[in-house]
């Protein structure tokens, strides 16, 4: 007798840990940010112009929207900078805030996370060697071998449902690394974002963006985890204020030279 009570307090208390770890599992977003005085953003500072590596700081355009939001919050920016498919689970698991990364909007994400209004509009670039005569526009990409950023909306583009046949898919860790395996002839084509293209376009003379994209155009939001409304409201008055204000404009400027609004 004694010990059956033994046994179920025991099953009692094993329990009712579980009901607290679960319980206080649960991220409160905004409680620790006042806490601890700072915001946490997640990207991977391999982006330009939306967030690059300038000696040991990280600019660009998602920083600068970001540090706009903290700012709002009246707390400090904190950048974390990681491979593009650690981030959703930096953010599920509570590592980083939001996610700030030229993020595109898609279906697959929205399940995953709640993302902010949209804030620009891209597509998804084809490059090729200056030479190459055989990839004119997205037909040609059939029964290539393409490099694309692993996690990326690019990569996935050949991956399941792809509206590609025949295609081998090589993943990098950013984009400048699928540029340099296209000059090094190991891959026919790179799919990535189109101003990032350009960025890379810049500071490599051999390559060459074709008019055609790749699919149809996306947009950018930020992500945050799933039910932070207050922190996504916040997210959506700064994107909202500098919208209005110009600012956010005065932004793409500043990185793009060649930005005329969207
Ligand atoms: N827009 C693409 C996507 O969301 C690529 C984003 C890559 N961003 C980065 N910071 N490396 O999948």
Redo the contacts with the bound molecule.
Sequence with gaps: MKNRYKIIFVILAVLLTAALTVGCSKINTMERIKKNGQVIMG?????PP??MRQGNEIVGIDAEIAKAVADKLGVELKIEDMD?NALLSALKSGKVDFIA????VSPEREEEVDFSDKYFK?VQAIIVLKDNTSIKSRQDLNGKVIGA?E????A?LFRENSPYKNVTLKTYN??ANAVLDLKNGRVDAVVL?NY?SMALAELNPEIKILDDPATDP?E?AIAVRKGDKELLQTINDTLKELKDSGKLDEIFKKYIPEYKAQ
């Design positions: 990207t991977n500072a391999a982006f939306f967030e593009f990364a030229g993020y595109t891209a950023q996690g990326t909306t690019g996935e950013n984009g974002d990032t996306e950018y």
